[in-house]
Nanobody, 122 residues
Framework: QVQLVESGGGLVQAGGSLRLSCAAS????????MAWYRQAPGRQRELVAV???????NYADSVKDRFTISRDNAQKMVSLQMNSLKPEDTAVYYC????????????????WGQGTQVTVSS
């Protein structure tokens, strides 16, 4: 069994910063792409940032130059540093990863975390 557990969400004033972390555990052979998504009330889930095994990254236009995604392969973790937060960043943030799962006969399986709430007050 594989689990992704997010931490670091909370309430912050506009202009503030938060750092989200996601730890992967379980029957993991390796982790390929890792990403953060978010979903605001009444809206579809959207991709915020992605980091590949090579280290290359991509960001949603709305968070470019404010958010930074990073990963620690040894610790099986991905983080999202969020600066200059805006009220429109308020959402539940989800960790996502493509994992080579030992229990799935080493197939690549996509996993989601349970989500962490980020609320930015104006």
């Amino acid at each position: 069994q594989v689990q992704l557990v997010e931490s670091g969400g909370g309430l912050v004033q506009a202009g503030g910063s938060l750092r989200l972390s996601c730890a992967a555990s379980g029957t993991i052979a390796s982790i390929n792409t890792m990403a953060w998504y978010r979903q605001a009330p009444g809206r579809q889930r959207e991709l915020v940032a992605v980091i590949r095994l090579s280290g290359t990254t991509n960001y949603a236009d709305s968070v470019k130059d404010r958010f930074t995604i990073s990963r620690d392969n040894a610790q099986k973790m991905v983080s999202l540093q969020m600066n200059s937060l805006k009220p429109e960043d308020t959402a539940v943030y989800y960790c996502n990863a493509d994992i080579v799962d030992i229990r799935a006969t080493f197939r690549l399986v996509n996993y989601w975390g349970q989500g962490t709430q980020v609320t930015v007050s104006s």
